[in-house]
């Protein structure tokens, strides 16, 4: 494949799997980096308010199912359930089972070193 194959990460990391070795970047890559710091701090940021303001609404609601504005349903506070496997107390339950069909699995991380 050329080099200059544009490729998503997802992509690079199941075509080379195993890396090895050090490649040393220009300025470009390393503006890339700041930049990609700066979105990641911002969208903590985001997540952060986005919390505040789902607790605050979640405080005006409390009991009710539904809010409306204007006789419209603009938001839904519904109960859900859901039913999964405890994996943890199954291998301690039954550990050739859990054992014979646990898979291990690989993968590259995309991390900022300081």
């Known amino acids: 494949m050329p080099n200059d194959t544009v490729l998503t990460a997802p992509q690079v990391a199941s075509l080379y799997a195993k890396p090895e070795g050090t490649i040393e970047l220009d300025s470009n890559a ?18 952060a ?21 204007g006789g419209q349903r603009v938001l839904s506070y519904k109960a859900q359930s859901t039913r999964r496997l405890d994996t943890k ?14 898979t291990d699995s690989t993968f590259r991380v995309l991390r900022i070193t300081k």
């Open 89 to 102: 107390a199954f291998a301690l339950a039954h550990p050739e089972l859990a054992s014979a069909y646990t």
């Open 49 to 69: 308010r986005e919390k505040q303001i789902k607790d605050t609404i979640a405080n005006i609601m409390r009991e009710h199912e539904f809010a409306t504005v």
């Open 30 to 47: 390393l503006a890339l980096i700041a930049e990609w710091e700066a979105i990641k701090e911002a969208l903590k940021e985001y997540d």
